[in-house]
C-alpha cells in the first residue's frame, strides 16, 4: 500500500504559477504510476496529468498542456505538478493518485488517493 499527501496549493492571479507535491510514504512508491486530478464545486472529478512508475512517460489534459508539467523524484517519494500560466478555470480542488496497473485517464483507473489541496486562481 501507498498513503499520498498533497501540498502546495493556494490563491494565485491569473498568469501565475504554483508548484504542488504529492508526498508518498512506503518503499514501494517507485512501483506505483502517478496521477493528478482536479474537482471545481458541482462538477466531476477531471484527469490533468499522469507520469509512468519510472518517470519517462507522461501524459497531460489537452486543457493543461503546455502550460502544467509533471514529474517525479522516486528518492524523495515525491510527484510534482508544475502549474505555469494558471487560469481562473484551474481553480479546482487538486488530488494526486497512485495506480498499480497501467492507468489511463479515468479515476477508477487508479488505487490510493491523497485528500487533496485548494487552488484558486483570481482573475
Known amino acids: 500500500q501507498v498513503q499520498l499527501a498533497e501540498s502546495g496549493g493556494g490563491l494565485v492571479q491569473a498568469g501565475g504559477s504554483l508548484r504542488l507535491s504529492c508526498a508518498a510514504s512506503?518503499?514501494?512508491?517507485?512501483?506505483?504510476?502517478i496521477g493528478w486530478f482536479r474537482q471545481a464545486p458541482g462538477k466531476e472529478r477531471e484527469f490533468v496529468a499522469v507520469i509512468s512508475a519510472s518517470g519517462g512517460n507522461t501524459d497531460y489534459a489537452d486543457s493543461v498542456k503546455g502550460r502544467f508539467t509533471i514529474s517525479r523524484d522516486n528518492a524523495k517519494n515525491t510527484v510534482y505538478l508544475q502549474m505555469n500560466s494558471l487560469k481562473p478555470e484551474d481553480t479546482a480542488v487538486y488530488y494526486c493518485a497512485a495506480a498499480t496497473r497501467l492507468p489511463g485517464t479515468y479515476a477508477h483507473d487508479y488505487d490510493y488517493w491523497g485528500q487533496g489541496t485548494q487552488v484558486t486562481v483570481s482573475s
Open positions: 512506503g518503499r514501494t512508491f517507485s512501483r506505483y504510476a
